[in-house]
């Protein structure tokens, strides 16, 4: 059974507060390193990463030193660790091995010992060192070259297979990738990742290729406002690239209707609720999610926008009426806003106490 990462963040405490391993399984470019990277900076601890398929025995055992040891009187060599590894056995940190079935076995072998008794060659890790890696393998293995872990190898894993929704995406996408890319996949989910087998040699978007889309045409300027239409073509081109042909012919239309879209300020700010008036229930949660990710909900709204707030709840489909309720009232959000919501009366007079109880009670379509 897969978790999505809100999942795994809020359970991974319990396995890291007893020092276990954690495996991470999944598909690629779905954001399985970030997850990592995210837990070592919120826990204060850097992160020493390896890629497990670059490494041989040597990176493991070290080299030998030029100073001789002895034992019982006998003149011996000795090896020095690289300092991966002598950086995780005197402080703290988050070893992270990645691409750990793509390693050769005698690497893996290695890396058991180090899941199993946390010692390696001689060097015992930090006591509060947390050991952590990602694969490809797992449910979605036969897409990838990767060698299988047999029973006892995963038995020293806690094993985590992920499935990350687009929610997780979009909720680390807020502060990491332009708004326009982040609009767009919030209003076409379908072309955030390929569903589905694999063609050979065709190029299919992924969580981790719109990030690289983003940075790529983010720094270039291609995304002003003032002149995204004229660089329609080149967007074009440069999409095709990162997520293939569909996902960008898919972005360029997008485009073209940019200055059509329907912002969070023009409902909260300026009520212009009339141009939701064609919105299906997609566009509408798009909206809420938009919203949500601005966190337009933490400090008090003005009674103005209390009143559009109130003019917009009351316009909405069931389902994602109860939505944007759920979003305002969530924990860390300003209380204020649901009370004054609550009292409120649309322009159009319907009271928002009233509307609430038709929807609860199943008398609003």
Not at 261 to 276: L, P, S
Request: hydrophobic share 40%; proline share 3%.
């Amino acid at each position: 059974m897969a978790v999505d990462f809100k999942t795994f963040q809020s359970i991974v405490p319990h396995v890291t507060r007893v020092k276990k391993p954690v495996l991470l399984r999944g598909r690629h470019g779905v954001g399985k390193s970030q997850v990592i990277y995210q837990f070592a900076k919120a826990a204060g601890l850097p992160v020493v990463e390896r890629r497990a398929s670059q490494m041989t025995e040597g990176d493991l055992l070290g080299m030998p030193s030029a100073e001789l040891a002895e034992v019982n009187g006998v003149g011996c060599s000795q090896f020095r660790p690289f300092s991966w590894l002598i950086q995780a056995c005197t402080e703290p940190v988050v070893l992270f091995l990645d691409e750990v079935d793509r390693a050769t076995v005698e690497v893996r072998q290695g890396i058991f010992e180090l899941t199993d008794s946390r010692k390696i060659a001689g060097w015992t890790l930090h006591p509060e060192t947390l050991i952590f890696a990602a694969v490809n393998g797992g449910e979605h293995g036969a897409q990838y070259q990767v060698g299988e872990m047999d029973p006892a190898e995963l038995d020293r894993w806690t094993v985590f297979d992920v499935e990350p929704t687009c929610e997780d995406w979009l909720s680390w996408a807020t502060d990491n990738v332009d708004s326009l890319v982040w609009d767009f996949i919030n209003t076409n989910r379908n072309h955030l990742e390929h569903a589905g087998e694999f063609e050979p040699n065709k190029v299919y978007p992924s969580r981790r290729s719109w990030d690289r889309l983003s940075e790529c045409l983010s720094t270039g300027q291609l995304l002003c406002k003032e002149t995204v239409k004229e660089n329609a073509n080149a967007i074009f081109n440069l999409s095709a690239a990162f997520v293939g042909f569909e996902a960008a012919v898919a972005l360029q239309d997008f485009i073209k209707t940019y200055e059509a879209q329907v912002t969070v300020e023009n409902i909260i700010d300026d009520g212009q609720i009339d141009r939701t008036r064609e919105f299906g229930i997609n566009q509408h949660s798009a909206l809420v999610e938009k919203m949500e990710a601005l966190e337009i909900f933490k400090t008090g709204l003005t009674e103005d926008q209390i009143q559009n707030l109130a003019d917009y709840f009351v316009s909405l489909p069931s389902e994602v009426a109860m939505k944007l309720w759920t979003v305002a009232g969530a924990e860390g959000n300003e209380v204020a806003n649901c009370i004054k919501l609550h009292q409120c009366t649309a322009t159009s007079g319907v009271v928002v106490t009233a509307f609430i109880v038709e929807v609860l009670s199943g008398g609003q379509a």
